[in-house]
T-cell receptor, first 112, second 113 residues
């Protein structure tokens, strides 16, 4: 099935650095979501975006719903070791039975 | 507290055996999904069900089977026809007709020995 283009695939950064990752699609979505997966666990929802152009923050995380409805980005400021994990973007629309389409994930590693 | 329970957390299977992974939810969500995740990889859809007594194949359904006899339960059977079953399996739920994303369980790691 379709998969969103998520980049970068992996990042190895120093603690305290800011992080940016993004997701693009050839299709438009009505909702964009960002999940984080800790090792050995299921993904947990970080931020949900429901409106084109919307910019939403959750602590050190900021995400935006692209104005074209075909992209989204996630920024993490001042990274800390517990930010380590896999971050997935997902798009959801009224077509295809409201099913989520996922990106391939961004693996974040933080060096203390 | 509402949530999704996947059991067991770790499962070992001998080659040639069928094994069933459990997924139970008390979120009152209509839709349930099974995903497979291989090391360092993304999520691949195995099966999904949007209503009781109905389910659909996902992208990698071969070698797997499911049932949806109750709204709360969506067990996944990994059959002997699945040639490479060692993976991390995730169950998720969602509200039909709503764009609120999915809620995921904590996963089951299946290893073939």
């Amino acid at each position: 099935g379709q998969q969103l283009n998520q980049s970068p695939q992996s990042m190895f950064i120093q603690e305290g650095e800011d992080v940016s990752m993004n997701c693009t699609s050839s299709s438009i979505f009505n909702t964009w979501l960002w999940y984080k997966q800790d090792p050995g666990e299921g993904p947990v929802l970080l931020i949900a975006l429901y409106k084109a152009g919307e910019l939403t923050s959750n602590g050190r995380l900021t995400a935006q719903f692209g104005i074209t409805r075909k992209d989204s980005f996630l920024n993490i400021s001042a990274s800390i070791p517990s930010d380590v994990g896999i971050y997935f973007c997902a798009g959801q629309g009224w077509n295809a039975g409201n099913m989520l389409t996922f990106g391939g994930g961004t693996r974040l590693m933080v060096k203390p | 507290d509402g949530g999704i329970t996947q059991s067991p957390k770790y499962l070992f299977r001998k080659e040639g055996q069928n094994v069933t992974l459990s997924c139970e939810q008390n979120l009152n969500h209509d839709a349930m999904y099974w995903y497979r995740q291989d090391p360092g990889q993304g999520l691949r859809l195995i099966y999904y069900s949007q209503i009781v007594n109905d389910f659909q194949k996902g992208d990698i359904a071969e070698g797997y089977s499911v049932s949806r006899e109750k709204k709360e339960s969506f067990p996944l059977t990994v059959t002997s026809a699945q040639k490479n079953p060692t993976a991390f399996y995730l169950c998720a739920t969602g509200l039909d007709g709503k764009l609120y994303g999915y809620t995921f369980g904590s996963g089951t790691r299946l290893t073939v020995v």
